[in-house]
């Protein structure tokens, strides 16, 4: 069983910066893959960035690359997500999820998923 928790949310302005967090609770943290998705009001929720387990290899959405960086730490159990030049369309619920074996940008290849983090940008 793996529970996983974000933090870092919360309210900026159009063009600023924030950094989400999400621990891992387990042991064998390195051993999956993760991945962070977001969900808008009234949308379905969205792949955002994606990570191996080694952290060599990332992929991310068209609407955030070269914006947004998908780090992990495993000595740490966490994975990261640097967001930066934020717009308002970022607004969602961010979520963080692991899965066993190879990244996937499909949200039904998880299978453990936190509780998400409000990020609001306002313009």
């Known amino acids: 069983q793996v529970q996983l928790v974000e933090s870092g949310g919360g309210l900026v302005q159009a063009g600023g910066s924030l950094r989400l967090s999400c621990a891992a609770s387990?042991?064998?943290?390195?051993?999956?893959?993760m991945g962070w998705f977001r969900q808008a009001p009234g949308k379905d929720r969205e792949f955002v960035a994606t990570i191996t387990w080694s952290g060599i290899s990332t992929y991310y959405a068209d609407s955030v690359r070269g914006r947004f960086t998908i780090s992990r730490d495993n000595a740490k159990n966490t994975v990261y997500l640097q967001m930066n030049s934020l717009k308002s369309e970022d607004t969602a619920v961010y979520y963080c999820?692991?899965?066993?074996?190879?990244?996937?940008?499909?949200?039904?290849?998880?299978?453990?998923w936190g509780q998400g983090t409000q990020v609001t940008v306002s313009s």
């Open positions: 387990v042991s064998t943290f390195s051993r999956y893959a």
């Open positions: 999820a692991a899965k066993s074996g190879s990244t996937s940008s499909a949200e039904i290849r998880y299978n453990y």
